[in-house]
């Protein structure tokens, strides 16, 4: 049988319990194989303050660590220009032929995905795993997708959300249960979020 590969990209500026949560659901609910935890290196449609990729590579290691069927997949620091996700999955359909890949991603970024750099491969490279979102609609398939690798799955509701974690940083309150003990620990020993952050993501 082909190795099934689940795909998570991210920002994850920080990575958190959300995060996680989601990504073990769809890798439960599908049988994956392993799950690919794959932090953006230049993520192209963030806008704002984003701390360097190599302190999220080290969040991401961090949370995934010991964690059974997943797994940190620094594919995209080797790769210049705007972290696409068309690129990193032609990729990864190189390093591992014969794989069945399946894209994670959010209701709220496939509602947006026809902003994507060439939206229409996706299909073509993977199967899309459409994960709900608490109080966000069902978003409609993409005209250019193929209906039958686009799978829309309801997945464990989770409230918490980066911006949420930078804001109770920014401000000196607590995070605790928000993100795995050991990341927490990364960001108050790297003093991450406390302050303006420079606009870089080398």
Not at 57 to 67: C, F, I
Not at 93 to 99: C, L, V
Not at 176 to 200: D, N, Q, S
Request: overall charge positive; hydrophobic content about 40%.
């Amino acid at each position: 049988m082909p190795v099934r590969l689940g795909v998570f990209g991210g920002s994850f500026n920080p990575v958190h319990f959300g995060h996680l949560l989601v990504a073990d659901d769809v890798r439960e609910q599908l049988r994956l194989d392993r799950m690919l935890f794959i932090p953006a290196f230049r993520p192209p449609h963030k806008r704002g303050p984003i701390v360097p990729y190599r302190h999220r590579l080290a969040m991401t290691r961090l949370a995934v660590a010991g964690q059974p069927g997943f797994e940190l997949c620094p594919i995209e620091e080797a790769r210049s220009g705007p972290s696409y996700t068309a690129d990193t999955l032609r990729e990864l359909r190189s390093r591992y032929p014969g794989a069945m890949l399946y894209l994670a991603v959010g209701s709220d970024q496939y509602r947006d995905v026809a902003s994507w750099h060439r939206p229409g491969e996706l299909t073509e490279l993977a199967r899309i795993v459409v994960m709900s979102r608490p109080e966000i609609a069902r978003p409609p398939l993409f005209r250019g997708h193929d209906p039958r690798r686009v799978l829309f799955r309801a997945v464990i509701p989770v409230g918490i959300s980066a911006a949420q974690i930078r804001a109770r940083l920014a401000k000196g309150r607590s995070i605790r249960y928000m993100l795995p003990v050991r990341v927490a620990e990364y960001v108050r020993r790297h003093r991450l979020y406390r302050g303006p952050t420079r606009k870089t993501t080398t």
